[in-house]
């Protein structure tokens, strides 16, 4: 699974390497979170108990580690293929779904504060593209389906 | 210039609308060629959306690249989280043919199409590149010769750079300049590109993310910063509110924490009433004060004056 979407080679570099330890803000200041850890095990194929670390979702996304990275690859790339797989079974902090589901309803994160921008003089927020949102989704849905027919 | 349409993004628009404020009203002080547009959605945020489902992330994104691109119009955002997210998979979509054929398919079915060919600016690099540093000495009433002010990026401003291309990810100096061109000390700390932390409040790890803003907040009370200036609604959320939860805790740290188009209204002569920074959970008054004290200084162009016309080395 982790094949598909990981480039086990530039992987392979990383687990020699590890420039980015050095310079990730994770690293430096959560104790017991390190990624060379996890990408050695990933080459292993001993990925499965990363699934329900809480390390692969303190992954800032900082992008620190793709710069210095002399592949810019960095190790988010697998931090990110866990977390995918991870929310796919549904392990994922409680706070990621109820943005998922407020994301999908409403096509926003949060609805304008209307009093507050009255107060402040704003103009009338502009109008969401929410309608368009919910059918281009359903779209991709019915695409999906259609695929693993 | 060419016209370009503001994203807001839910964050400002839904806890900050007073940054949507301080953001308009220099807009308008430098006569921008701006417009609001219909139909934005969420930009969508990374990590809630894209770890979830990626083709989901990928086509709200183009959708509303899509909507600047048919205008023929590019895109500005004070929202740095936003212009990363669109940039990333604009440039996604661009390095990637078929992926984008695939999501113009279904674009097309709600009759639009997303070509990538806006650009789509941080407002910061945006002032600094587009705007210029001359245009903003000219408009400034005063300068803060005397502040000093800790500057933080905001990690999604600058990186990932094949995406933002707007300044040295590792070494960014943009902010920097604009800083000083408003006469402010940029000061250099060990911690200044520290990411702020706040998605760690999004994964259900609130005192992790008090220990990230604790160590930068620290740092800066040592130093005796005046102020922390950044142009990200996450980190603010981060520094202002979550260094308010810990003064209510008794852990003070007493650093004022001013958007970057906040600082800019202020010295073009705008009152921190007018820029909406009553607003600010953390007390911008000591920053305020500090500044005023120093008022007595005179004026620039009198300095400016007295430096052309008055004794100098030439006699």
Known sequence: MLEATLNLKLLEMCSKCGACFSICPSCMHIPGYDPRAVINDILDGNYEKWLTSRHIWQCLECHHCLEICYQHYGFENAMAALRTIAAKRGIHPTQLKRGWEMFVKTSRLGEPALPARKKLGLPEPKASGADEFKKLLSLLKEKREKKKK | MKEFAVFWGCTI???????????????????????????????????????????????????????VDELGVDLVSPCTGCVSNLATVKCELNANPKEKSEVNSLLKEVGREFTGKSKLHHLVPFFHDAVGILAIKQRMKRD??????????????????????????????????LIRAMGAESLQFLTKLMCCGQGLDRIDEHDKALHFARIKLRELKSIGADALVLCCPSCFLQFDNNQ???????????IPVIYFTELLGLSMGYTAEELGMTAHRVEVEPFIKKWESMAD?????????????????IG
């Open chain 2, 13 to 67: 628009q839904a806890r900050f609308p007073f940054i949507e404020k301080s953001t308009r009203i220099v807009l308008e002080a430098f006569g921008l060629p701006y417009r609001d547009i219909d139909g934005f959605t969420c930009c969508p945020e990374k990590s809630l959306v894209n770890n979830i489902d990626h083709a989901a992330f990928v086509l709200t994104a183009a959708r509303n690249v899509a909507l």
């Open chain 2, 297 to 313: 200084r005179p004026p620039r162009e009198e300095a400016i004056e007295a430096g052309l016309n008055g004794p100098n080395l």
């Open chain 2, 144 to 177: 803060f010769s005397g502040m000093k002010i800790a500057l933080h990026y905001g990690c999604h401003m600058i990186r990932p750079s094949h995406a933002l291309r707007n300044d040295d990810p590792l070494n960014p100096q943009k902010f920097d300049n």
């Open chain 2, 244 to 254: 308010f939860l810990m003064e209510k805790e008794g852990e003070k740290f007493g």
